[in-house]
């Protein structure tokens, strides 16, 4: 089926669903019309998929994108998504503990802040800076 042949369908059980017709269930109906929604959105995606091949635009494997992003990121922070070593999380600690904020610790470890935030909460450091800013990341109900 073509994307439109399945957003017509999707039409007309949404207003069998909403007509309430007795022979059929409206529960049953919505999610005939949801489920033939998203394939009409699939094959929306596919055609342009096709679109994009038939122009000769490569298109990017996820990893290839997430290595161009790495790379870009440690452009600015040179450790970046490197794993962290005993030594580097013990001097981490200890500068931390010494009153360095996560601001100049992402400038001396070459991270990013919120790669700091998450190593020092991960060492056990109650940190404000760290409890702030895992808070603002949590969702709220």
């Known amino acids: 089926m073509e994307e439109c042949d399945y957003a017509l369908a999707a039409r007309r059980h949404a207003g069998q669903a909403r007509g309430g017709s007795a022979s059929e269930d409206p529960g049953l109906l919505a999610s005939l019309a949801q489920t033939e929604a998203l394939l009409a959105v699939a094959a929306a995606i596919d055609r342009l998929a096709g679109v994009l091949s038939e122009r000769g635009a490569p298109l990017p494997s996820t990893a ?7 790379a870009e990121i440690r452009r600015q922070f040179s450790h970046a998504y490197m794993r962290w070593t005993a030594k580097a999380d013990a001097a981490l600690l200890s ?3 010494a009153g360095h904020d996560v601001a100049a610790l992402a400038d001396t470890f070459g991270r990013q802040p919120s ?7 991960h060492l056990g450091a109650n940190a404000p800076g760290v409890q702030a800013a895992a808070a603002d990341a949590s ?3």
């Open 64 to 70: 290839e994108g997430r290595a161009y992003q790495v």
């Open 95 to 97: 500068a931390y503990q």
């Open 115 to 121: 790669a700091i935030r998450s190593r020092l909460n």
């Open 139 to 141: 969702p709220q109900p």
